[in-house]
């Protein structure tokens, strides 16, 4: 609860920083995920980077090295080095998804997660996007994923709130009405 606390602080400050950044929040969100991504995948730069007991100095060097080969803008650079600073770099998954959060209710969006059995093509995920956007009102991001086992059909979760098409859901129910029948 304490690092979700924390990172509630680091976005609203990365909030502000970000709008009056050329190119808005946005780009920053995205710098700032990229380089989490690359902490997560690469247990040496993460040892480096977020062992308390090495050189600061050293480990905010190696991380300006990094990032200027990245071409990471400013604002990037010095949240990176303030969180190394800090001994916050742990918290950054979690500091990236409430910055997003923030940017995307700042901006009027929502996330959709859409999954279904096959890939999508772009034109179902805009048929989709589109049916979202007229039922919430908001524009909707949809960031689409694959589940071999739904058979068919899409399963489709807006915040908390779970729209279940999917052809295995539809079994299951079936299943269950044909179940409880049999037991009356």
Known sequence: MAQVAVAKRYA??????????????DPLVEELRT?????????ELRNVLMTPGLDLAARQGLLREVLAAAGASTTAVHTLLLLTERNRL???????EAVREEADRVAGRVRARVTSA????????????GAFERRTGKRIVV????????????????GSVVYDGSIKSQLRRLRDSLSQEARA
């Open 118 to 129: 096959t890939a999508l093509s772009p034109a179902q995920v805009d048929e989709i996007k």
């Open 35 to 43: 380089f989490h991504l690359a902490l997560r995948e690469s247990a």
């Open 143 to 158: 960031e689409a994923a694959v589940d071999h086992a739904l058979i068919g059909g899409v399963v489709a979760q807006i």
């Open 12 to 25: 609203r400050a990365l909030l502000e920083l970000g709008q009056e950044a050329p190119g808005g929040l």
């Open 90 to 96: 742990g918290a950054l998954g979690d500091i990236v």
